[in-house]
């Protein structure tokens, strides 16, 4: 078994902001970036990344991936391309179990991130409309200019999905929510916000069923789940706002999680066992930007470094 001195788990934001860190404090970081699970993370399923500090031009997701990765190993981080199927944390040190070998390790963070929920409708797969037009990030498209004075179509019904129709209206000509039941689960006050708003209208009890047009998106199809009726509505976007799921599942409870699936931090990223730390997306429901997992990977790395200190291990 190899034996590491840290670990990290995920290669998007938040864990290759840790390997740099890591890496120029001389921890010679192992870092896990996924095979199966879209090594890179989030940022590979998008055009433009328009609110990353230092590019006023704006970057495409992948080139900034591929930076964050050029960067990490050019201070010594050792990137395997597997996924981690396994780790047991009731041992010490640790072991993190790829899909060839098991390694050991003295202090790990978790970076697996969270993945968007989607739904499959015609038209909004990859390869149709996904990224012209849909996309299930409003506050991170939602100001491109395909977007300006558009209806724009939101899907859900909870409290992201009012806040993500409302921040649309600063650039929709008219924001409509479209959810299938007759009630929003949204709380009280999100409700009353979405109601009262003069540019959003909420199409109850309905659904997306297709969406259409040339090189972006021109309309959306809705189906009345209650009558059946098909109606098509000029459309310049379709947001998914469904939820996210934290990739957790492979921790398989030991750590300890929030009910909602994502790892409880404490004091920073500090997690419930001592030397495991994690960051980026997958302990934050709130945020869920590039920026805010860049930081808290270099958090999490920063208090590895220094609990591998204290510890007596560098
Ligand atoms: P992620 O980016 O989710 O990366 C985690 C990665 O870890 C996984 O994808 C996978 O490769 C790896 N992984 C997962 N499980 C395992 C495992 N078991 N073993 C090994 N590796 C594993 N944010 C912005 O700031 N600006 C934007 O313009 C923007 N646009 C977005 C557009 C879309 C469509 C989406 C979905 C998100 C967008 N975001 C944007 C949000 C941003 O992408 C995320 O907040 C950010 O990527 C989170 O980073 P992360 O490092 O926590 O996790």
């Not at 040190?93 to 060839?100: D, I, W, Y």
């Not at 009353?192 to 109850?204: T, Y």
Request: proline share 4%; with cysteine; hydrophobic share 40%.
């Amino acid at each position: 078994m190899q034996k590491k001195s840290l670990i990290i788990i995920g290669s998007g934001p938040a864990g290759y902001t840790a390997a740099i860190y890591a890496a120029r404090a001389n921890l010679s970081p192992v870092l896990f970036e996924g095979f199966y699970s879209i090594p890179g993370g989030q940022l590979m399923t998008t055009t433009d990344v328009e609110n990353y500090p230092g590019f006023p031009d704006g970057i495409s997701g992948p080139e900034l991936v591929e930076r964050f990765r050029k960067q990490a190993i050019r201070f010594g981080t050792t990137v395997i391309s597997e996924d981690v199927g396994d780790v047991d944390l009731s041992v010490y040190p640790f072991h993190v179990k790829g899909s060839k070998d098991t390694y050991e390790a003295n202090a790990l963070i978790i970076s697996t991130g969270a993945s968007a929920n989607r739904l499959d409708i015609p038209g909004a797969r990859d390869g149709e409309f996904w990224q012209k037009g849909v996309t299930a990030c409003a506050v991170c498209d939602g100001a491109a200019p395909i977007f300006r004075n558009k209806p724009l179509f939101v899907i859900g019904g909870g409290d992201s999905a009012i806040e993500e129709a409302i921040f649309l209206t600063k650039f929709g000509s008219r924001v409509y929510i479209v959810h299938r039941r007759d009630q929003l689960r949204a709380s009280k006050i999100m409700q009353e916000r979405a109601l009262n708003h003069p540019k959003v209208e909420i199409l109850w009890n309905s659904v997306v069923t297709a969406v259409e047009g040339d090189t972006i998106v021109r309309s959306v199809a809705i189906e009345n789940v209650l009558t059946n009726r098909q109606t098509k509505h000029e459309a310049g976007g379709l947001f998914f706002a469904v939820g996210h799921t934290p990739n957790t599942a492979f921790l398989k409870g030991q750590l300890e999680l929030h009910p909602n699936g994502y790892i409880k931090v404490f004091k920073g990223t500090k997690t419930s066992v001592e030397g495991v730390f994690a960051a980026g997306d997958v302990q934050d429901y709130e945020y869920r930007q590039a920026v805010t997992a860049a930081g808290s990977g270099c958090a999490a790395s920063l208090q590895a470094e220094h609990w591998l200190t204290e510890k007596g291990f560098i």
